[in-house]
């Protein structure tokens, strides 16, 4: 059985190490931007509420100086900015949700398949929170309500939204900070590393432990089939560019 020049090549050269591998993939980690993105949308939000807050008290239930409500909102109705408002912000949650979907896919591909797994329904509990606020809004407008049981409702449902979505994207943001400060290897790449072989471990599960569904086991093995198809693929590249530095 004959071998090519090329694999003649490969095996007969220079052993790279393993260190060299990881030291070069370790280079190569992309942190993710989405952190700034919550804490930018937790601003906003915050924001937001105070506003409604200030509208819905000074010029809904008109505590404040009627005037200055009128120079400022004009001929529209009070509640109706703060719904107008309550829409924007559902807008850029649910942006953001779309962007954080994008960036841990990218970090789903490149192996990092526990820290996608912890995330994956963490980034989605604000556009939830908002979606079930929405819902309830529409419920409150066709009951049609007194004017300020109409504006309590209001206001408590903004609060609450607030109240769920802050320690959502808390948690989310320390959690991308913390990943991005680790700057560790792929997940296969660190049990590689470390020689831990172990079948009870997250990324090498390959049967049915108890507690286990058949779903959530094939969709784990997909996951890595599909990481190491392109980990293979940045291996041989890079061990045809070390090589041929050699």
């Given at each position: 059985m004959t071998r090519s020049t090329e694999e003649d090549s490969l095996v007969d050269g220079p052993l790279i190490s393993a260190d060299a591998l990881h030291s070069v993939i370790r280079r190569e980690f992309q942190t993710l931007p989405t952190h700034c993105y919550a804490a930018l949308l937790f601003l906003l939000h915050v924001v937001f509420v105070?506003?409604?807050?200030?509208?819905?008290?000074?010029?809904?239930?008109?505590l404040g100086d009627a005037e200055v409500c009128k120079s400022v909102l004009g001929d529209v109705p009070g509640d109706s900015v703060v719904v107008y408002g309550k829409v924007c912000l559902w807008v850029l949650v649910l942006v953001f949700t779309r962007c954080a979907q994008h960036h841990h896919g990218q970090a789903r591909r490149r192996g990092y398949l526990l820290f996608y797994r912890q995330t994956q329904g963490l980034n989605q509990l604000p556009l939830a929170a908002h979606s079930a606020g929405n819902v309830s809004l529409l419920v409150v407008l066709a009951s049609r309500f007194s004017p300020p049981v109409h504006t309590y409702i209001l206001l408590s449902i903004v609060v609450l939204e607030l109240l769920v979505a802050m320690p959502?994207?808390?948690?989310?943001?320390?959690?991308?900070?913390?990943?991005?400060?680790?700057?560790?290897?792929?997940?296969?790449?660190?049990?590689?590393?470390?020689?831990n072989y172990s079948i009870t471990s997250l990324p090498t599960e390959?049967?049915?432990?108890?507690?286990?569904?058949?779903?959530?086991?094939?969709e784990k093995?997909?996951?890595?089939?599909?990481?190491?198809?392109?980990?293979?693929?940045?291996?041989?590249?890079?061990?045809?560019?070390l090589t041929a530095q050699h």
């Open positions: 105070v506003l409604s807050v200030c509208v819905a008290v000074l010029c809904v239930l008109k959502c994207l808390f948690y989310y943001s320390v959690k991308v900070m913390r990943f991005n400060g680790e700057r560790a290897a792929p997940d296969v790449s660190q049990e590689e590393h470390t020689h390959t049967g049915f432990r108890e507690g286990s569904s058949l779903e959530e086991v094939v093995q997909a996951d890595l089939i599909e990481y190491l198809k392109q980990h293979n693929t940045l291996l041989s590249r890079r061990l045809l560019n």
